[in-house]
T-cell receptor, first 111, second 116 residues
Framework: SQQGEEDPQALSIQEGENATMNCSYKTSINNLQWYRQNSGRGLVHLILIRSNEREKHSGRLRVTLDTSKKSSSLLITASRAADTASYFCAPYTGANSKLTFGKGITLSVRP | GAVVSQHPSRVICKSGTSVKIECRSLDFQATTMFWYRQFPKQSLMLMATSNEGSKATYEQGVEKDKFLINHASLTLSTLTVTSAHPEDSSFYIC????????????FGPGTRLLVL
């Protein structure tokens, strides 16, 4: 398994603005997943994009994947204060369901 | 959606004692569960893979005699921190795929361990 590296480490925006978070990884993947962690809680799966997909949408979430650059981005549109959390990407290589995580991105959405 | 629970949610113990943390899959059977630890404002570090009916697989650098893992049933994995010390204080989280080799994970709410 491999971990992704998220960027930026911290992001502060105003409610209603869009938040863009980036992830880079090193080796070939089967898919890439994004998770959210609210403070002091476990992680929640947000969205999965497969290696043969370039873009995927789920509600206010839009994720892109560029396998040639080994990078992904997560866009949250029309952010809300409730989106305040840490966000992690997890490149999945298909090895026994193992997921490893980077340091994540701390998103603060100001009301 | 699938639910994974952990117990206790918080525990404070004295140095030298052992602490057991339970991870349960409430509405599905999990042949595999994963244990992570997380320091404040840090990433989740994968500690081990818990396998039902067989020995756990530990990640490099994780002491298997220190962190005992038992996966005795298809819905329960336990992590025992033996002879806990203050440096073991951390946030411990478990996860499980709903089906074997499924790609996504369902995470428990975590257990905050404080060793005095």
């Amino acid at each position: 398994s491999q971990q992704g590296e998220e960027d930026p480490q911290a992001l502060s925006i105003q409610e209603g603005e869009n938040a863009t978070m980036n992830c880079s990884y090193k080796t070939s993947i089967n898919n890439l997943q994004w998770y959210r962690q609210n403070s002091g809680r476990g992680l929640v799966h947000l969205i999965l994009i497969r290696s043969n997909e370039r873009e995927k949408h789920s509600g206010r979430l839009r994720v892109t994947l560029d396998t040639s650059k080994k990078s992904s981005s997560l866009l949250i549109t029309a952010s809300r204060a409730a989106d305040t959390a840490s966000y992690f990407c997890a490149p999945y290589t298909g090895a026994n369901s193992k997921l490893t995580f980077g340091k994540g991105i701390t998103l603060s959405v100001r009301p | 959606g699938a639910v994974v629970s952990q117990h206790p949610s918080r525990v404070i113990c004295k140095s030298g004692t052992s602490v057991k943390i339970e991870c349960r899959s409430l509405d599905f059977q999990a042949t595999t569960m994963f244990w992570y630890r997380q320091f404040p404002k840090q990433s989740l570090m994968l500690m081990a893979t818990s396998n039902e009916g067989s020995k756990a697989t530990y990640e490099q650098g994780v002491e298997k005699d220190k962190f005992l893992i038992n996966h005795a049933s298809l819905t329960l994995s336990t992590l025992t921190v033996t002879s806990a010390h203050p440096e073991d204080s951390s946030f411990y989280i478990c996860s499980a795929p709903r089906q074997a080799y499924q790609e996504t994970q369902y995470f428990g709410p975590g257990t905050r361990l404080l060793v005095l």
